[in-house]
């Protein structure tokens, strides 16, 4: 089966589109913008807040032995000698002699690799090794014995606080920890909007299991990750798992499969997921001299456990969940509109509200429903334009449900319920609007396939 047909031409539509609805705008803009920053508008910061909301609740509500953690963004820089990013994580930088354009070593061809030529087919200077982490100083004196780093994953925070864990809480191998939070890489090339950038932020689960268990669980967290995107309504032609092979594994990698979305620009990477072994365990064992290994009381059996990690992209989820979503759609022979087909989980605003004229008593009406509605669901007011434009206004944004107050209102306690997708329209008691929103949320599926 061909891949699906991706236009280049829809990341500048959705770029757009963000900054124009208030979804993310360019960082410092008034200043001109910063290169590789960007800022979650309105509409972005909920969307953003509610696709974690969905991630946390998948990987940890709905789990009994899988809880949570934030650990926090500066550590001891000895955790970052155990973990071997002193050691290893850089990348080679080369750059264009005549244009002095920047490139990672491993993004180029290997015809540009081999003749040493940038993609604008000038010489490239020798390669060299580009530490990706970011460095500062803590305390008042600037020497060495100060510098610390901003965290380049999230990861290590959890495997140092896994003895803090264990002591404090009920769980036993297997078991997980979850963590969303920022790091930060100095990346020689940023691209793609806020695919690649040096904040962004990760949803890691860091699951803890027996040596002998660890291919078993493996698979079973392959099957998971991928179920949870289907869950999420991304459609599951543009979702692909891509193995790691001998050469691409990583330091402290076993086994190392991505999660790749078709983004607009082509198949990139979405998430990972490796065996970890016991490598991170017994390098912060032997770097902090603690003893982190587990206890099971049951076998009597001490033993360093293994890890099954799942690393999602915060960042990059919002961008596939923008993607997926956009669509130019037509709507008979002379119009087309523009939809974003959100899960209802995640849209930034579930319902919007109108009035179908402001006179009669219909917006205080709508007004007052609406009030009533914002206690459970996140609601948007709107009584501006034709009653065609504001529903345009909320496809635009994503919002799945619409509701009009009309004069049949005042007489039989009903509104007009209309689905983004399909735009159809029924008839709904105000007592029931509600119950019906959660059964339709409950039971979603996206029917647009385009």
């Given at each position: 089966m061909s891949d699906p047909v991706v236009d280049p031409k829809v990341m500048d539509e959705i770029v757009s589109l963000c900054k124009r609805r208030g979804f993310i705008f360019p960082s410092s803009d008034i200043y001109g913008g910063l290169a590789s920053a960007w800022d979650y508008g309105p509409l972005g910061s909920e969307l953003k807040n509610r696709v974690q909301r969905f991630w946390w609740r998948e990987m940890t509500q709905i789990h009994e032995n899988i809880v949570g953690l934030d650990a926090s963004i500066m550590m001891h820089p000895r955790v970052w000698e155990a973990s071997g990013h002193v050691e290893n994580f850089d990348d080679l930088l080369v750059e264009d002699t005549v244009t002095n354009e920047r490139f990672r070593f491993d993004h180029l061809t290997q015809e540009q690799q081999e003749s040493m030529t940038s993609p604008a087919g000038n010489p490239l200077s020798a390669p060299r090794k580009f530490n990706l982490m970011f460095k500062t100083n803590l305390g008042p004196v600037e020497d060495t014995a100060s510098t610390i780093f901003l965290r380049p994953e999230t990861a290590q925070g959890i495997y140092v606080n896994f003895k803090n864990v264990v002591q404090t809480t009920r769980v036993k191998v297997p078991f997980g920890i979850a963590q969303v939070g920022k790091a930060f890489r100095n990346e020689i090339v940023t691209k793609n909007f806020i695919f690649r950038t040096c904040e962004f932020e990760q949803m890691e689960m860091q699951y803890f299991v027996h040596p002998s268990e660890d291919e078993k669980w493996f698979d079973y967290w392959r099957e998971q990750r991928m179920a949870y995107y289907e869950k999420l309504g991304i459609r599951m032609d543009r979702l692909r798992w891509q193995e790691h092979g001998p050469d691409e594994l990583a330091h402290y990698a076993k086994a190392a499969y991505d999660i790749e979305y078709l983004f607009p620009f082509g198949w990139s990477e979405l998430e990972g997921v490796h065996?970890?072994?016991?490598?991170?365990?017994?390098?912060?064992?032997?770097?902090?001299?603690?003893?982190?290994?587990?206890?099971?009381?049951?076998?009597?059996?001490?033993?360093?456990?293994?890890?099954?990690?799942?690393?999602?992209?915060?960042?990059?989820?919002?961008?596939?969940?923008?993607?997926?979503?956009?669509?130019?759609?037509?709507?008979?022979?002379?119009?087309?509109?523009?939809?974003?087909?959100?899960?209802?989980?995640?849209?930034?605003?579930?319902?919007?509200?109108?009035?179908?004229?402001?006179?009669?008593?219909?917006?205080?009406?709508?007004?007052?429903?609406?009030?009533?509605?914002?206690?459970?669901?996140?609601?948007?007011?709107?009584?501006?334009g034709a009653i065609g434009r504001r529903y345009r206004r909320q496809d635009e944004i994503g919002t799945p449900f619409c509701i009009t107050v009309d004069y049949d209102t005042k007489e039989d306690q009903t509104v007009t319920l209309r689905f983004r997708d399909s735009m159809e329209q029924v008839r709904v008691p105000v007592s029931e609007i509600a119950t019906r929103i959660r059964e339709e949320i409950k039971s979603y599926k996206r029917t647009s396939d385009s």
């Amino acid at each position: 089966m061909s891949d699906p047909v991706v236009d280049p031409k829809v990341m500048d539509e959705i770029v757009s589109l963000c900054k124009r609805r208030g979804f993310i705008f360019p960082s410092s803009d008034i200043y001109g913008g910063l290169a590789s920053a960007w800022d979650y508008g309105p509409l972005g910061s909920e969307l953003k807040n509610r696709v974690q909301r969905f991630w946390w609740r998948e990987m940890t509500q709905i789990h009994e032995n899988i809880v949570g953690l934030d650990a926090s963004i500066m550590m001891h820089p000895r955790v970052w000698e155990a973990s071997g990013h002193v050691e290893n994580f850089d990348d080679l930088l080369v750059e264009d002699t005549v244009t002095n354009e920047r490139f990672r070593f491993d993004h180029l061809t290997q015809e540009q690799q081999e003749s040493m030529t940038s993609p604008a087919g000038n010489p490239l200077s020798a390669p060299r090794k580009f530490n990706l982490m970011f460095k500062t100083n803590l305390g008042p004196v600037e020497d060495t014995a100060s510098t610390i780093f901003l965290r380049p994953e999230t990861a290590q925070g959890i495997y140092v606080n896994f003895k803090n864990v264990v002591q404090t809480t009920r769980v036993k191998v297997p078991f997980g920890i979850a963590q969303v939070g920022k790091a930060f890489r100095n990346e020689i090339v940023t691209k793609n909007f806020i695919f690649r950038t040096c904040e962004f932020e990760q949803m890691e689960m860091q699951y803890f299991v027996h040596p002998s268990e660890d291919e078993k669980w493996f698979d079973y967290w392959r099957e998971q990750r991928m179920a949870y995107y289907e869950k999420l309504g991304i459609r599951m032609d543009r979702l692909r798992w891509q193995e790691h092979g001998p050469d691409e594994l990583a330091h402290y990698a076993k086994a190392a499969y991505d999660i790749e979305y078709l983004f607009p620009f082509g198949w990139s990477e979405l998430e990972g997921v490796h065996n970890r072994t016991d490598f991170d365990l017994s390098r912060h064992s032997e770097f902090s001299g603690k003893d982190l290994t587990y206890l099971d009381d049951e076998k009597k059996e001490r033993f360093l456990p293994y890890i099954v990690e799942t690393s999602a992209g915060l960042t990059r989820s919002v961008l596939m969940v923008l993607a997926d979503a956009y669509e130019k759609e037509q709507v008979g022979e002379n119009d087309v509109r523009t939809v974003l087909h959100f899960h209802p989980a995640v849209a930034p605003i579930t319902i919007g509200v109108f009035p179908l004229v402001k006179k009669d008593g219909l917006a205080d009406l709508a007004r007052e429903i609406e009030r009533d509605l914002r206690e459970d669901f996140s609601t948007f007011y709107d009584q501006g334009g034709a009653i065609g434009r504001r529903y345009r206004r909320q496809d635009e944004i994503g919002t799945p449900f619409c509701i009009t107050v009309d004069y049949d209102t005042k007489e039989d306690q009903t509104v007009t319920l209309r689905f983004r997708d399909s735009m159809e329209q029924v008839r709904v008691p105000v007592s029931e609007i509600a119950t019906r929103i959660r059964e339709e949320i409950k039971s979603y599926k996206r029917t647009s396939d385009s």
